[in-house]
């Protein structure tokens, strides 16, 4: 039994903060980890390492002379560094000027460039590390579906539905209404040119024998997820539901569901909905969201926060170690392109401001996640952890990226910006990050 998904959150505020607060010290401690431990290595010495800001709750000071604290606001941290004037690595001048060249060789501002280039840069990079073993440690977990594809399990749904003769765990389909399916692509190909009466022609591969069976639609209204902060979640849709009707209109394919959804527009809807055997209906209202194309752009549809499942369960493998990793690779890559192309949008107008979530959206969603059972939370944890990096690589002055800039500068030019010139644009940028905060939260009040 999912523990966390035992743990009734409807309305429990402290539940979504909790999530909340797990997810980002798990994030924030990786990536002051990667800066700790890359200036470690590079002959940097950290002075403190400190889980949240504030008043200091627990602190310890290991045998390397670094202080380990947790505070009292567990909304960040840091890692200060010998010369460090405050949290964001300003320079102290005074103490500085009191050390000795092979003292200030261990300070991140009298270290080499390389040294600190690296040492900045670990955090972004460790977040990244952070998803990509994440991801590629669900993928081995749950396997990757077998092609041709093959029955697994057959998934529960209503007698109706499930009228067939007989598709069995372990057919292997090889042809779909006639259509040869060797793979997923051509199988979702051969789907959408069905038609809707109910009964599909399957061609399934069994014992080396070849048999043409009669069987459900393939993709039935069926519930495979649900998005957290939804309009699903909120009304209570769960996974494994399978949806009859919509405003008393009968349907049998996901594809109805989704054409009924978009036809009806930001007007309520009524599902009728089959779960364990008995039917229930639930009111909700779609929502337009702006969702990513193939092409890098963006389209609007009315959505109420769920994925289709098939009729059955594909059979799995597990990947190899090598294909997990690249699996977890490409999950980062669609995550940062997603993310920079819905920033472009939102900058030109082209899709909506209130697509960019503040802290009290991502603490909903973090609840959201972790209500729908561990694995859900841990996926969560793994795309916030990518937006985090992400975002500590803008070139920002006072983040990661920004730091990064004026390293860059200083290879060009061979000497760093003056102390005057980071100050100021230390203070611009901590007021562009401010404003896009404020910014931010503002959308997780007014935006529907």
């Known amino acids: 039994m999912d523990i966390l998904s035992q743990i009734p959150t409807f309305g429990n505020v402290a539940f979504t903060l909790v999530a909340f607060v797990v997810a980002l010290s798990i994030i ?261 969201m702006d969702l990513p194309l193939p092409d890098g752009g963006f389209e609007q549809r009315w959505l109420i926060g769920m994925t289709g499942g098939l009729v059955f369960d594909p059979a799995t493998r597990t990947p190899g170690p090598w294909g997990a990793l690249v699996h977890g690779v490409d999950q980062i890559y669609y995550i940062i392109q997603s993310s920079l192309s819905a920033l472009y949008h939102m900058v030109t107008g082209a899709i909506s401001s209130c697509n960019l979530s503040g802290p009290i959206g991502i603490a909903e969603s973090s609840g959201a996640a972790a209500s729908q059972g561990a694995l859900s939370f841990i996926w969560f944890i793994a795309m916030l952890s990518t937006a985090v990096g992400l975002l500590n690589l803008f070139p920002i002055p006072v983040l990661d990226g920004g730091h990064l800039v004026f390293y860059a500068y200083e290879a060009v030019t061979g000497r760093p910006p003056s102390d005057r010139a980071i100050r100021v644009l230390m203070t611009l940028g901590l007021s562009i990050l401010l404003a896009l905060m404020a910014f931010a939260l503002s959308n997780d009040i007014l935006c529907p």
């Open 28 to 288: 924030v401690t990786i990536h002051e980890y990667g800066h700790y431990i890359v200036a470690r290595w590079s002959g940097i010495h950290s002075e403190v390492f400190s889980l949240g800001f504030g008043p200091v709750l627990f602190s310890r000071e290991d045998q390397n002379g670094t202080r380990w604290q947790i505070a009292a606001l567990p909304l960040g941290g840091y890692v200060r560094f010998l010369g460090d004037a405050d949290a964001a690595s300003g320079k102290s001048d005074a103490l500085l000027s009191e050390l000795d060249d092979d003292t200030r060789r261990h300070t991140m501002h009298g270290a080499p460039l390389w040294a600190r280039t690296a040492t900045v840069a670990a955090g972004p990079l460790f977040n990244f590390a952070l998803s990509i073993l994440i991801f590629a440690g669900l993928v081995m977990f749950r396997g990757e579906a077998i092609e041709p594809p093959t029955v697994g399990q057959m998934a529960e749904l209503p007698a109706a539905a499930m009228d067939s003769n007989g598709l069995q765990p372990g057919d292997r389909i090889v042809a779909l209404g006639g259509v040869d399916t060797p793979d997923f692509q051509t199988f979702y190909d051969a789907v959408a040119a069905l038609p809707l009466d109910g009964q599909t022609l399957y061609t399934v591969e069994r014992e080396g024998q070849r048999l043409d069976l009669t069987g459900p639609y393939p993709f039935p209204p069926l519930i495979q997820s649900v998005q957290p902060g939804s309009a699903a979640a909120e009304v209570g849709l769960k996974e494994g539901d399978v949806v009859r009707a919509v405003d008393g209109q009968e349907i049998i394919a996901f594809s109805e569901l989704q054409s009924l959804i978009a036809e009806a527009g930001g007007t309520p809807v009524t599902l009728r909905v089959w779960r364990d055997g008995t039917d229930l209906e639930f009111g909700l209202t779609p929502r337009r």
